[in-house]
């Protein structure tokens, strides 16, 4: 399957706890991003990479977020001191530069206790 | 604020007939726009796109219109399939910004 993956599919936490999702791009893409999508709306943008570099960060990413793309290639984004209000698909989408088109994964949903 | 948005949480319509999905914007910044269908459990999936130096882009039975002066993309589904029953979302791009802003979405429902 050459798609985007993520990966855990569903992450059931107790607040106050660590997180971290990963998220494997279409190999030849140097964009990726994350979205956030809760019950009833639409994805939200979070952040998003072109390589290794964070190129735009949303008022949503407060600093118990963060996001790395280390070597261009996977993603992970980690929330620190989970709060209910946490509780979201966490979905992540690369594209090639340039183009306008963003491939999405299968999201990672998160439960917060 | 929402910058884009579809006002109709949901629509029937009945297999054969036509779909017609609403969007609206309010950023007159944007100027690319695209739907992306989304079935339970899954990512979204890119459907068709519309650029704002154009009024329409067909793609098959998928059609998206855009008037600019009104500030709203309406996409047309014809025929429609019960395969077609999903939750589309309208999203928009500004120049020189590749991150979407998507709207609420309508969920579709072809009866068979």
């Known amino acids: 399957d050459t798609g985007v ?8 936490t107790k607040r106050g706890q660590n997180v ?16 956030r999508q809760t019950l009833g709306q639409g994805p939200e943008f979070l952040t998003y990479f072109q390589n290794e570099a964070q ?5 949503l990413l407060s600093d118990r977020f963060s996001a ?27 594209s090639l530069e340039g183009s306008y088109e963003q491939f999405f994964g299968p999201g990672t949903r998160l439960t917060v206790l | 604020d929402q910058q884009v948005k579809q006002n109709s949480p949901s629509l029937s319509v ?12 309010t950023n007159s910044m944007f100027d690319y726009f695209l739907w992306y269908k989304k079935y339970p459990a899954e990512g979204p999936t890119f459907l068709i796109s519309i650029s704002s130096i154009k ?18 993309l309406s996409l047309h589904i014809v025929p429609s399939q019960p395969g077609d029953s999903a939750v589309y979302f309208c999203a928009a791009s500004a120049r020189g910004t590749y991150k979407y802003i998507f709207g609420t979405g309508t969920r579709l429902k072809v009866l068979a």
């Open chain 1, 55 to 59: 190129l735009e960060k949303s008022r």
């Open chain 1, 68 to 94: 790395e793309r280390p070597k261009g290639s996977f993603s992970t984004l980690e929330i620190q001191r989970t709060e209910q209000g946490d509780s979201a698909m966490y979905l992540c989408a690369s």
């Open chain 1, 5 to 12: 993956s993520q990966d855990p599919r569903h992450k059931i």
């Open chain 2, 14 to 25: 009945q297999e054969g007939r036509i779909s017609i999905l609403n969007c609206d914007y």
């Open chain 1, 20 to 35: 971290t999702f990963r998220c494997d791009p279409i190999s030849e893409h140097n964009r990726l991003y994350w979205y």
């Open chain 2, 55 to 72: 009024d329409k882009n067909e793609d098959g039975r998928f059609t998206v219109f855009l008037n600019k002066s009104a500030k709203h």
